[in-house]
């Protein structure tokens, strides 16, 4: 069945229709023989003038795939985890391992392997999702695939998380996966003008349409990148950027995010919804900084960058055919700096998932965590350089 499915993605490639004018379209179109894939159909529609435009999408699945016929029962703990070596991934797979699942970590082809996850116990396959012909082989054998992939800065957002997740749903539908678990962005259907966060949400549609099984969570935002944006250069005396705009983020740990992502996926009753994670309080960038300076015992050199700026900044990238992406990027940088609050009320999620709240790490206890244990070593290295300039 794999070989099927590679040898029919690999004869069917992409096809890119480009118009240049006042109203420009994009469409992307994957024709897959119907006994192989779900048929998908999928338009990007800019709106305004040039590059600055609005984008929008429409993704349609067949609501059936092919049919397989009984094999060889999979085990409801293999799971793949595709972006295994991320912030979040590299959690996910953590607690997979430490709870007994089987873990498989799709992996792209890189200088440096990632031999921490073989290291943890984890199995790793090379594929990549710009490359679809490589993912049916990286599904064999797979109960549960989890979905934490999100581009390279350095690509075009819809090359992975539009083009590759389509492609790797379809495979997953195609491959009999029992259930797929989807993180986005919380509030994406709010903000059609960022690319990523209306890919993210054309996503969640698309895999509705699937008929895969699945869980949706969405996410705010991750204590872990508070620590090289402020923690680290507040105590190596670098500057600190933030921007003048009161945008409150409900920021959680991913060890947390984890922990109740594999209890979402244990529970039955949850199949098809859409949860969204938040931490316990939802914080701005000033009162982050200001906690940070407290647990380092040094103040902050903070250079704020107005909001007005990052618009200015986005509109003559877009001028440049070349820098599109950096203005996509710009776009969801603009969103995490107006007056936007990323969080919601996690009351009932906690009573569907069975948790209490009082086990939910605050970002006051990661961070004073943090502080500590780097203090810690910083003083410990200090009183032994102090010791190897003793002579006798």
């Not at 290291?119 to 109960?143: C, F, M, R, Y």
Request: glycine content about 6%; some cysteine.
């Amino acid at each position: 069945m794999a070989s099927t499915i590679h040898a029919q993605l690999s004869s069917t490639p992409m096809k890119f229709n480009l118009h240049h004018n006042s109203h420009s379209s994009l469409s992307w179109r994957r024709a897959l023989a119907p006994d192989a894939v779900a048929s998908t159909s999928s338009t990007f529609l800019t709106k305004g003038r040039g590059n600055s435009a609005l984008i929008t999408c429409n993704a349609q699945s067949a609501p059936s795939a092919v049919n397989l016929a009984p094999g060889t029962p999979v085990r409801p703990t293999s799971i793949l985890v595709v972006g295994a070596t991320g912030t979040l991934g590299r959690q996910i797979v953590r607690r997979a391992l430490d709870e007994g699942y089987d873990v498989r970590c799709l992996v792209r082809p890189r200088p440096a392997p990632a031999d921490f996850l073989r290291d943890w116990g984890a199995a790793v396959v090379n594929a990549d999702l710009s490359k679809p012909e490589t993912i049916p082989a990286t599904l064999v054998g797979v109960h549960t695939v989890i979905d934490c992939a999100t581009g390279r800065p350095e690509e075009p957002i819809k090359t992975v998380d539009w083009e590759g997740k389509v492609a790797l749903i379809q495979c997953a539908k195609a491959m009999g996966v029992q259930k797929y678990i989807f993180f986005s962005i919380h509030n994406c259907e709010k903000h059609p003008e960022v690319p990523l966060m209306e890919i993210k949400y054309c996503t969640e549609k698309f895999l509705r349409s699937s008929g895969l099984n699945h869980v949706t969570i969405r996410l705010c935002g991750f204590m872990q990148g508070l620590i090289g944006q402020y923690a680290v250069p507040i105590l190596e005396e670098k500057s600190v950027w933030g921007t003048d705009a009161p945008t409150r983020i409900a920021y959680m740990d991913t060890q947390d995010i984890a922990r109740l992502t594999f209890i979402a996926i244990r529970n039955e009753n949850i199949n098809g919804k859409l949860l969204t994670f938040a931490g316990p309080r939802a914080w701005t960038t000033q009162e982050v900084i200001t906690l940070c300076e407290r647990l380092a015992g040094q103040d902050a050199n903070v250079t704020t960058v107005p909001v007005s700026v990052l618009k200015f900044t986005r509109q003559l990238t877009r001028l440049f055919e070349w820098t599109s992406d950096v203005a996509d990027r710009l776009a969801f940088s603009e969103v995490l700096s107006s007056d936007t609050v990323f969080s919601v009320p996690m009351g009932e999620t906690y009573n569907i998932l069975g948790v209490d709240a009082k086990d939910i790490s605050s970002l006051e206890k990661y961070l004073q965590d943090y502080f500590a244990n780097i203090l810690k070593k910083l003083k410990d290295i200090k009183a032994q350089s102090k010791q190897s300039d003793i002579y006798f």
